[in-house]
């Protein structure tokens, strides 16, 4: 079964460091999600990305994050000068395009435990 | 705008038992509406999901969920709990243009 897979799955940084994390979707989906999870709190929208544009983004996304799409794979999110609030669970998430309306299931990768120090 | 509110943060039961996890919602239109589960140290995994089509809906494992719109409610059950439902479920809400809500989860134990 076609699964989503995130690498690195943890990632320890120093606070005002670049990070990278990557994710590879479900091949025929056409949708592109980052969420991330703080320890003990909930699961948090960050972007939804479509046919090479941001769709939506929450107050979470400023100017700190970037996404990307740099092939036919790979689904990227940066974060540009890390900072110890952005210690985090992130999932990838991925969908396919709408048959009958409403939001589609997404599906999750397995995620990158971030810890900036 | 719309939100789901799971109404227990911890939930237990017995194995063999009847698990109910209750969540109600908010949404000024026809709501797309899930469940998920998380194992410990693992990813977000799709229990099932809720498009109008049915308001009684089976997902995996055994579960099911009814979705009442008088109630604002998407109840999550399942008759007979294994010890591999000790998890963490989350009820979530979606828009058309996919940014799910995430409800702030409940945590399942259970006991032999």
């Known amino acids: 079964e076609p699964e989503v897979t995130q690498t690195p799955s943890h990632q320890v940084t120093q606070m005002g460091q670049e990070v990278i994390l990557r994710c590879v979707p479900i091949s025929n989906h056409l949708y592109f999600y980052w969420y991330r999870q703080i320890l003990g709190q909930k699961v948090e929208f960050l972007v939804s990305?479509?046919?090479?544009?941001?769709?939506?983004k929450s107050e979470i996304f400023d100017d700190q994050f970037s996404v990307e799409r740099p092939d036919g794979s790979n689904f990227t999110l940066k974060i540009r000068s890390t900072k110890l609030e952005d210690s985090a669970m992130y999932f990838c998430?991925?969908?396919?395009?709408?048959?009958?309306?409403?939001?589609?299931?997404?599906?999750f990768g397995p995620g990158t435990r971030l810890l900036v120090l | 705008a719309q939100s789901v509110t799971q109404l227990d943060s911890h939930v237990s039961v017995s194995e063999g038992t009847p698990v109910l996890l209750r969540c109600n919602y908010s949404?000024?239109?026809?709501?797309?509406l899930f469940w998920y589960v998380q194992h410990p140290n693992k990813g977000l995994q799709l229990l099932l999901k809720?498009?109008?089509?049915?308001?009684l809906v089976k997902g995996i494992n055994g579960f099911e969920a009814e979705f009442k719109k008088s109630e604002t409610s998407f109840h999550l059950t399942k008759p007979s709990a294994h010890m591999s439902d000790a998890a963490e479920y989350f009820c979530?809400?979606?828009?058309?243009?996919?940014?799910?809500?995430f409800g702030a989860g409940t945590q399942v134990v259970v006991t032999p």
């Open positions: 990305f479509y046919n090479n544009e941001i769709s939506e």
């Open positions: 809720y498009t109008s089509a049915a308001t």
């Open positions: 979530v809400v979606g828009n058309s243009w996919g940014k799910l809500q």
């Open positions: 949404s000024s239109y026809s709501p797309s």
């Open positions: 998430a991925s969908s396919e395009p709408s048959r009958s309306g409403g939001a589609d299931p997404q599906y």
